[in-house]
């Protein structure tokens, strides 16, 4: 059974810091392409940041590059998503992904607020 567990989402102040983590199981974690989206209330779900299999390569976003790091652990097969200098426009749901061709996981989603 596929599962993707995200964790580490909470209320934080703008400029704060928070690591968010996915944790996945039922598939072959690192033969898949990792990614975090997010969907703010009333918006459409938006990628934020990618990683591939191995973890040689990296995209992002541009609202969150140079404050979003993305990262893998294949021998725990957990994702993470670093935000740095949050803003109050970080605020959504964030949602991992596993992908590659023809095939899709999610997660269930976890909830970032960045508000004062």
């Known amino acids: 059974q596929v599962q993707l567990v995200e964790s580490g989402g909470g209320l934080v102040q703008p400029g704060g810091s928070l690591r968010l983590s996915c944790a996945a199981s039922?598939?072959?974690?690192?033969?898949?392409?990792m990614s975090w989206y997010r969907q703010a209330p009333g918006k459409q779900r938006e990628a934020v940041a990618t990683?591939?299999?191995?973890?040689?390569?990296?995209n992002y976003a541009d609202f969150v590059k140079g404050r979003f790091t993305i990262s893998r652990d294949n021998a725990k097969n957990t994702v993470y998503l670093q935000m740095n200098a949050l803003k109050v426009e970080d605020t959504a749901v964030y949602y991992c992904?596993?992908?590659?061709?023809?095939?899709?996981?999610w997660g269930q989603g976890t909830q970032l607020t960045v508000s004062s």
């Open positions: 992904k596993a992908g590659r061709t023809g095939r899709s996981y």
């Open positions: 990683i591939t299999g191995a973890g040689g390569n990296t």
């Open positions: 039922g598939f072959t974690f690192s033969i898949y392409a």
